[in-house]
């Protein structure tokens, strides 16, 4: 796969709720930042981050997709339906850093206000 159909496989399995899709793209060595929060290291962390995401459904739409060499930018509106009941929708963007078909590198950025009103 190209690193943009990567990403957009990452985004489906997101969608799908694929978790198990979602962690294989990732390397075991990756670094998930969810910009306004703490840094996550290593592929272990991160699925359990995602994994304890607790959301109903999910529905990531990418409005542009950029890339260069290896790496991926995406502009995307990130829906959540909530186990609490909860809907979330936040404007992401994302830069994904890809090797051998894995991402070594995510950077999600977003308003973490945004995230936390509409949890409230």
Do not use: C
């Amino acid at each position: 796969m190209t690193p943009t159909e990567t990403v957009e496989t990452f985004i489906e399995a997101w969608n799908q709720m694929d978790w198990d899709k979602v962690v294989g793209l990732l390397d075991e060595a990756v670094v998930y930042h969810n910009i306004p929060m703490e840094k996550l290291e290593g592929r272990a962390a991160a699925e359990s981050f995602i994994r304890g995401m607790q959301a109903n459904a999910v529905d990531w739409i990418t409005l542009n997709i950029a890339a260069s060499g290896n790496i991926v930018l995406t502009e995307r509106i990130d829906n959540f339906d909530m186990k609490s009941g909860n809907k979330v929708s936040i404007p992401v963007m994302g830069t994904f850093e890809i090797k051998d078909g894995k991402i070594i590198a995510w950077r999600d950025y977003f308003d973490l206000n945004t995230f936390v009103s509409q949890m409230s």
